[in-house]
């Protein structure tokens, strides 16, 4: 047997984007990193591949999907929402704990003119960001966010619906980003958003609802605004049940577009552990990925 046919390639499985590549990805073009925060079930995942099935249907927000490193990972989370899952309600697969602090990849560009961009999205188990929001040593573990170009943090429409659920929903949120302020790994260049997503049931809910919501989503601008560089606010529905006025992939559009237009400045980059030694991809990332300044003016949202 000769020398080339003993070379063996080995090809990476695609679930997620090693730190490596994402640098890689990085250098190459034109990159932004979102981080998707947010308790668990929040719809973090829901979110992200939701956003990647939206492409399948053709163009979206004027851009056409042009590849994914990740494109098995995607597969993967968007299989349960599909009719060959064999479940009559849509699902998503949720991010497992030992999959906690990953990066999944997707690529789109716009035509006239041609253009490309890649957006890194985080993949982080929900119940990290639960005690980053406890814990001052735990949220300083999270140092892609002082790369991060947007910060997405979610609060779950179906709960903030529920009597019994809707404080704590926005507590949560409160507390994670007061938490990541006070630790400096957000701050007055970082770009926030609050996303309230299953927007489909707070609309068909009683209009109370939608007012409650919108006062907390000022209450959180009123309480963190000053300090971040940008808050802005949405509210998403990537899976509304047909026959209902909200579309799929509703609010999404715009999302998409402040993630791809928008720059952050980045701050400096989070220093690695101690004698070189990574705890997890987003160490790696943060140590080493270029530092690309480019200027953003704070916005009135």
Known sequence: MTEEKQRMIQFR???????????????????????????????????????????????????????????????????????????????????????????????????????????????????????????????????????ADHVAVLIDGEKAVSQHDRQAAFASVDALLGQCLDTGMLGSTSSVQAVVTKWDVVAASAPSNATFVDSKLRWLAERHGSRLGRLAKFKVAIRPPGGGDIEAGHGMAELLRLWINVRARPRGMAKSSSNGVFHTEFDRLAASWPVAVTSEAKAND
């Open 13 to 147: 499985e695609g679930n997620y984007l090693p730190a490596d590549e994402a640098g890689k990805v990085v250098r190459a073009s034109p990159t932004s990193v979102v981080v998707v925060a947010g308790v668990v079930d929040s719809g973090k995942t829901t979110l992200v591949a939701g956003l990647y099935g939206l492409f399948h249907k053709g163009p979206f927000a004027g851009y056409i999907f042009a590849g994914s490193r990740t494109l098995p990972g995607f597969e993967r989370r968007c299989h349960l929402a599909r009719i060959a899952s064999g479940l009559t309600t849509p699902d998503t697969e949720r991010t497992k704990f030992s999959d906690s602090q990953h990066l999944l990849h997707l690529r789109v560009a716009e035509l006239s003119p041609l253009r490309h961009h890649n957006i890194l999205f985080s993949d982080v188990y929900g119940e990290a960001f639960r005690r980053a929001a406890d814990s001052a040593e735990e949220c300083r573990k999270f140092t892609i966010l002082k790369r």
